[in-house]
């Protein structure tokens, strides 16, 4: 049933005010209005001694009945990126979430700042972050330092991959093409923090990531 316009039905999700004009919505209508992630439960305030009511992305739930004008989430986590607060309906966020989330260009890193005395966390964008540890966490970036060593000699390198060639490269200056190469590399990223670098292939790039190339003569 629509409502008239002149009249709408004003619920609540969030603390926020809403007026929809449909009688009957569903539970992933409302996570939509409030920009609401669908996976994250939603409850419809309940007056005691009743239980809130969960409500399923896929019930429809009556706005015109009494006593339906709050809705809720339980579990909401504030968190700051550069003292900008988010919010996430999730636990556990990742790196590249937290990329994304503030906008962060891929020439800055991210970092957890942890409590005085200890040295702060660096966030790879494939590692996941609690939230719901104590207090709110903080997040903060800055310009990308990144230098790697290549047969022991340090360069800068401010691309988040390497290339096959571009290892060579560092190493001896050029590719010959009558000499086979053997990359070999180690503090890298999780899970593959060590392994070989072959042909064609491409690898994510680390502070202190360390490369090992050796060249043979093809016979």
Request: aromatic share 12%; hydrophobic share 35%; with cysteine.
């Amino acid at each position: 049933m629509i409502i008239d316009k002149m009249n709408p039905l004003a619920i609540t999700i969030e603390g926020r005010l809403y007026r929809v004009y449909n009688q009957y919505v569903t539970g992933e209508e409302l996570k939509h209005l409030a920009n609401i992630p669908l996976d994250t439960e939603l409850y419809l305030a309940v007056r005691k001694p009743f239980d809130h009511e969960l409500i399923e992305n896929t019930a429809r739930v009556n706005l015109a009945r009494p006593g339906i004008e709050q809705f809720f989430v339980k579990k909401k986590l504030h968190y700051f990126i550069n003292e900008n607060q988010y919010t996430s309906y999730k636990q556990w966020v990742s790196g590249a979430e937290l990329r994304i989330v503030g906008n962060i260009p891929e020439n800055e890193d991210i970092y957890l700042l942890v409590d005085e005395g200890w040295q702060n966390d660096f966030i790879e964008d494939n590692e996941l972050v609690d939230l719901a540890r104590q207090g709110k966490e903080r997040f903060y970036t800055k310009d990308r330092e990144c230098t790697i060593y290549v047969n022991t000699k340090p360069f800068e390198w401010k691309k988040r991959i390497i290339r096959y060639e571009d290892v060579i490269n560092l190493a001896f200056g050029n590719i010959n093409v009558s000499t086979s190469y053997t990359i070999t590399y180690s503090k890298g990223i999780h899970p593959k923090e060590d392994g070989f670098l072959v042909e064609g292939q491409i690898v994510d790039v680390k502070h202190k990531m360390q490369f090992d190339v050796t060249a043979t003569t093809k016979s």
